[in-house]
């Protein structure tokens, strides 16, 4: 086996046949979901959030962050969703806002679920001693609250002078956001790597990149789609715990620092519902979207969970 | 009953672990950062209008922070005994108020929320995920499964807001903020307790909420394999009721969320933190926002450790009760 495994040659044949394995696995999941009821519908709200964000990186009505309006005004023909405490306008704030946001949803998936699979296939793939190392960690960065580090890291950005953009931001979020991956990844790699196909594949000498790469993520690959949605879920999520806190730059516009304004002027209070609701119900319709997506693959997964509403209960019970 | 040994040293060294881990951060953190922190927290201090304060005090928060010439292991035990003795430093915010005192006061309301919300949160919602997998296939399967997916959907300081607009600012039900009412003294007498159980509700009800719904989409999830499965069949064969029926499968499903519950712990604690602020309940959430825009470095510290700790017992309890309910881990000692 590590005569096979010093071969480099045998390795790249192995990591590009296995990342076409990969990408066909990613769009056959894909195709799956969308025949989905549920998944068709979580679909549907990324796309037009996604259609929303895409626009408003090229238009919005007025510069999002420009103090020219009245203050605090309700909805009118002029600001469609009125302008903030400050004279700014909500709509074009919202338009504007939402390019950054589903940028740090989909990154801090991305990514995160990039590095739980990392982790977590070498865990579970690899001796006992980094097994259990690799655990003890993951066991840490369950345990400890998140909001706690970004406050911690946050406050010390403070302190230097410095806030934490987008990409602290993301990379904060991945550090307090992989390890529910990499557990289940662990798991999955660990009971698939005692498999007799899996095993048949050692003996015959096959490297263990090849392996992992050709059979491991593939069998794993509904999972690495279910753990996306979740990451990009508690990318969201924190995304507003960020901007909430304060910790992040404050001038940039998204709807986490939309919401971060609204709640500190108080708007909840003051009844200026225009300025507040918008972005929370944008926040939440971007979450629905990937919980739907989330469910959906479950069902796929497993169909038993599915819901048959029209057939079988109402036959039963003009029978009976 | 033999004890799972392995299993019992397994989570209490994890927990040891993750406590020296967490108050080494809170050690090494500011050495890390570029900057001398005591430099900052001296500035803020005279721009909190401690005017009062000589320039000795920069010297003694440096030594605070083991900025002295002293070797870093030096520093490290002076730390680890003044952690001991409860000396969390003096917060920047509040001066001269020590740290430690600031928490004893927070922490126990922050405790009360969290241990309420996730308690009734998970029972509540093992049960309506039970109901909605009994009766699966039903409008009433499909609405359950309905109000857990949207629930989830909130931040839970979203919810918050519009908890606290509907029931407290427009509905006038409860109370805006506080966590008794004004002017009572804390005992342990009934108008007393139902008054925080009164200023508690919304908070209390925003975590269930928000958390409620990972558990009836988990519980449902779980128990249809189960009632499907082939124990099921030969039970119903052997003409068990169909009440016990359900029960078996239910107490089998109970076990995967059990594991969840433990985590679920740090995940309501970020909720319960967030939120405080919105309902100005006095926990440490609130502090921890004064903590940050003040940059008070001890405060923030404190609440760090505190919290981590909490969080870290919460779970060891948790896990160990879950060594004796899993008959697996339970036997893994005989």
Known sequence: ?320 | MALPIKYIINKTSLFFIIFFGAISLNFFLPRLIPGNPAEVVYAEILKAGGSGINPSYLHQLEAEYGLSSAPIYVQYLVYLKDLFQGNLGVSIAFYPEPVFSILAQALPWTLFLVASSITISFFMGNLLGRYAGINRNTIKDLSVNIFGMFMASFPAFVLAFILLDIFAVYGKIFPLFGAYSIGMTPGLNLPFILSVLYHSALPILTIILTSIGGWILGMRNNIIPNLNSDYINYAENLGFKDYQIKNIAYRNALLPNLTGFAMSIGLSVSGVIIEESIFSYPGVGMYMITAIDNLDYPLMQGIFLMVIIAVLVGNLVVDLLYGFLDPRIRQEGE
Do not use: C
């Open chain 1, 1 to 320: 086996m590590s005569e096979v495994l010093n071969n480099s040659n045998d390795e790249s044949v192995g990591i590009s046949k296995g990342l076409r394995h990969l990408l066909s696995g990613v769009a056959g999941s894909i195709g799956m979901l969308l025949r989905n009821s549920k998944a068709k519908v979580g679909f549907s709200i990324l796309l037009l959030l996604g259609i929303f964000a895409i626009v408003g990186i090229f238009f919005s009505p007025y510069p999002p962050n420009a103090y020219i309006f009245a203050k605090s005004l309700p909805p009118n023909r002029i600001n469609l969703l009125g302008t903030t405490g400050y004279g700014q306008d909500v709509f074009s704030q919202l338009i504007a806002g939402a390019a950054p946001t589903l940028l740090v949803a989909f990154s801090v998936g991305l990514l995160g679920t990039l590095i739980s699979l990392a982790v977590g296939i070498l865990s579970g793939f690899s001796g006992k001693r980094v097994n259990s190392v690799i655990n003890a960690v993951v066991n840490i960065f369950l345990v400890v609250p998140g909001v706690l580090l970004i406050m911690l890291f946050g406050t010390y950005f403070l302190g230097i002078h410095r806030n934490l953009g987008y990409l602290s931001t993301i990379i904060i979020l991945i550090v307090t956001g992989w390890a529910f991956g990499a557990r289940t990844f662990r798991s999955i790699t660990l009971s698939i790597s005692k498999r007799e196909y899996v095993l048949s594949s050692i003996l015959i000498g096959e490297s263990r990149v090849s392996i992992i790469f050709r059979q491991i993520t593939r069998a794993i690959m509904p999972v690495v789609v279910s753990n996306f949605f979740f990451t990009a879920m508690y990318g969201t999520m924190g995304l507003t715990f960020v901007e909430y806190l304060g910790v992040g730059n404050l001038e940039q516009v998204n709807w986490g620092t939309m919401l971060y304004w609204a709640i500190n002027n108080e708007a909840y209070l003051t009844g200026q519902w225009w300025w507040i609701l918008p972005p929370s119900i944008m926040i939440s319709f971007l979450m629905f979207g990937f919980i739907l997506l989330n469910f959906g693959l479950d069902e796929i997964a497993n169909p038993s969970l599915r819901i048959f509403l029209k057939k079988k209960p109402k036959k039963v019970d003009e029978n009976a």
